[in-house]
């Protein structure tokens, strides 16, 4: 089964495969992301390879259902492994240099404008998991891509405040934010030469940092080369921050936010968000109660106190 079942309550799309519960947890034997590899071979700097155990396939075996508040549709999609590097050795995207992280973006926008010539397709969503703490099944430097049948309901909420933001003052919300947040400075932690981050007022995760260019730039394939390795140096900034803050590296995710693949959205910029699981005394911070039950997050110390020890961190360690 292998389906996008509806929740009229919430109004959201929940991915259901049953594929996914025999992927495999941390084999002992050889890595298949490896050179060498049966599906990898040799030569490849960024490899891109469907996923042996997807959420989403391009013919999926189920079909649509409409039972008064059953409704489903077919899982049809695609889901990509990005193998980042050949070297098994390294830890973290932030262990590569900035030119390697700038053909992964490359990669992707690519991928990106094959995928957007889909009909069926209308979302890529690409993250990057770090961390035994919340499930990496593989160590091996890796992120994904889910190309969905629909906006995933985050980022479809950010694009409907950005909406009507743009209808009622004709300018970009997300602009706004990042212009305030450079205007305070008190949350920034790394400013490139094209690219910001921080840690936004209204955090959420302990150590939440989102990634903006300092211009509007409607989507990631609107990004130059040189452009790419901006933002490859802020993002390589920010993560070696996340892995030397504490004692051992600390778990994270890091999302891209994109436009849909097709269509013009000028009240919208592309930025990555990256939500850093350990708490300013760094223990791990769970979503509990409050926030899983409730939807509403917790912080346990302020956005100001964790930009000031990442920023230090990066400034002196990274």
Partial sequence: MIEARWDPILEEWVLVSNVREVRPWRPSGSCPFCPGAP??????????????FPMLVP????????EGVFVSIPGRGRCFVVVETPRHDLDDLSDLSVEEIAEVFEGLQLLFSELSKDPGIVYAL?????????????????????????????????????????????????????????????????????????????AKWPFEVHVHPLRHVERLRDLGWSDLLDLATCLRKVLCGLKKLFDRPMPYVAVLHDPPLRGSYPW???????????????????????????????YDSTPEVAARMLRECIESRC
């Avoid at 690409?126 to 091996?140: A, D, M, Q």
């Avoid at 910029?269 to 917790?298: C, D, Q």
Wanted: net charge positive; hydrophobic share 30%; with cysteine.
């Fill in 39 to 52: 599906e990898t071979g040799y030569g490849w700097r960024v490899l891109f390879l469907e996923n042996r």
């Fill in 59 to 66: 013919n999926p075996p189920s079909s649509s259902r409409a």
């Fill in 126 to 202: 690409w993250f990057r998991n770090k961390g035994e703490e919340i499930g990496v099944s593989l160590t091996h430097p890796h992120s994904q891509v889910y190309a969905l049948p629909f906006i995933p309901n985050r980022v479809l909420r950010e694009m409907r405040s950005c909406w009507r933001y743009w209808e009622s003052r004709s300018r970009c919300l997300l602009c706004d934010s990042r212009d305030a947040e450079l205007e305070s400075g008190e949350r920034v932690v790394y400013r490139g030469r094209s690219f910001v981050a921080y840690v936004p007022y209204w």
């Fill in 268 to 298: 919208f910029h592309t930025h990555i968000e990256v939500y850093g699981m350990y708490r300013v005394s760094g223990r791990l911070k769970y979503a509990a109660g409050a926030e899983t039950g409730g939807g509403t997050f917790t």
